[in-house]
């Protein structure tokens, strides 16, 4: 019943751009904490960047900082992650990942805070 819906994934050139989206169901997105990770063949998941509840707080993985933009648009019940300047490194599958905040306006990229997740998105960098 509480579930985030991931889409925007797909094939891209170096140099290109994308953006993500993650639609929530059963739930109000007003009240969660939204993430983005990701996790690369071989490698061990990520974060890459959050929003805060109201969407004044923002962090990113610094590999990622200045090329990545996540927002939200709490009326439509949806988050994003404009990713810009793409590379091969960053070929990955990325998931949006929420969590309830009674109060704060923080977030972080620490993946065992979170309890809904997305099914997650392909995203392949290659010319």
């Known amino acids: 019943q509480l579930q985030l819906v991931e889409s925007g994934g797909g094939l891209v050139q170096p140099g290109g751009s994308l953006r993500l989206s993650c639609a929530a169901s059963g739930f109000s997105l007003d009240y969660y904490v939204i993430a983005w990770f990701r996790q690369a063949p071989g490698e061990e998941r990520e974060g890459v960047s959050c929003?805060?509840?109201?969407?004044?707080?923002?962090k990113y993985a610094d590999s990622v900082k200045g090329r990545f933009t996540v927002s939200r648009d709490n009326a439509k019940n949806t988050a994003y992650l404009q990713i810009d300047s793409l590379s091969p490194e960053d070929t990955a599958i990325y998931y949006c990942?929420?969590?309830?905040?009674?109060?704060?306006?923080?977030?972080?990229?620490?993946?065992?805070?979170?309890?809904?997740w997305g099914q997650g998105a392909q995203v392949t960098v290659s010319s």
């Open positions: 929003i805060s509840r109201s969407g004044e707080n923002t």
């Open positions: 990942a929420a969590d309830r905040r009674l109060f704060g306006n923080a977030c972080e990229l620490y993946a065992p805070r979170y309890n809904y």
